[in-house]
């Protein structure tokens, strides 16, 4: 079975960073695409960046240059690097996983169930 659980989250100031990352099991990465997303309250989920199954990582026009997605190399940790995060960086954040190449597109079949991020100004 697949799951996916999400750590790191918290509270940092306005232009600084944070990492949260995600733990996955029951599945064999190598098939799989997976994305981080993040939503606040009565909005849609954002898809953030996503590696491929053939590896190409792709990021969302407001986070490229500042967020970074990787992976270790046993391939059982995801991470989300943020850099000069800003108050509207402020969300829920998950990972997500599927043997479909979803891209930026919220239907990936597995989530995790989230890490809160909050940046003060």
């Known amino acids: 079975q697949v799951q996916l659980r999400e750590s790191g989250g918290g509270s940092v100031q306005s232009g600084g960073s944070l990492t949260i990352s995600c733990a996955v099991s029951g599945w064999t990465f190598d098939i799989y695409s997976v994305g981080w997303f993040r939503q606040t309250p009565g909005k849609e989920r954002e898809g953030l960046a996503t590696?491929?199954?053939?590896?190409?990582?792709i990021y969302e026009d407001s986070v490229k240059g500042r967020c970074t997605i990787s992976h270790n190399n046993a391939k059982t940790m995801l991470y989300l690097q943020m850099n000069s995060l800003k108050p509207e960086d402020t969300a829920m954040y998950y990972c997500a996983a599927d043997k479909i190449d979803w891209w930026l597109l919220p239907r990936y079949a597995y989530w995790g169930q989230g890490t809160q991020v909050t940046v003060t100004s």
């Open positions: 590696i491929a199954r053939d590896g190409i990582t």
